[in-house]
């Protein structure tokens, strides 16, 4: 007997990204270094989040890089948790298709927003940010 399924929401899953894509692996920044210089590069700020993007020189690492921070401004460790879980979602359903390689992320929570800010909205605005960086990047 099939266990039951819980009811499709129409949210694209891993199932529903193509093989070639979903094999692109995003990496996670985890070196301070890392962190600073991505915060001296390009950034755009959204009602959830900001976005911070850098591109690596070549021969520094492979692929897509992210990192997900948020001060005690935004919280407790509840809420600061909260959060990065929603940042790394949103990056885990959008980077290796929407991301370049040789490039590092880092997505900011913003206080009580982040953690409270409906799921949809937050990953509409990244895919916003996402383009409006990588056209500024040109």
Known sequence: ?????????????ARDVPAAVSAR???VLQNRSD?????KALHIAKPGFVLQMRRR???EADGIRA??????????????NRAKRRLREIARL?????????TDYVLIGRREVTASMSFDRLQVDFDAAL????RRLK
Do not use: I, W, Y
């Not at 959008?94 to 040789?102: E, I, T, V």
């Open 35 to 39: 962190f600073l210089r991505a915060a």
């Open 94 to 102: 959008s980077l290796p298709q929407n991301g370049r390689d040789d």
């Open 131 to 134: 383009d409006a960086l990588h």
């Open 1 to 13: 007997m099939k266990p039951p399924q819980a009811p499709h929401d129409g949210s694209e899953t």
């Open 67 to 80: 990192g997900f921070t948020c001060s005690k401004k935004v919280g407790n460790a509840v809420a600061r």
């Open 25 to 27: 692996k995003v990496n």
């Open 57 to 59: 020189n070549p021969g």
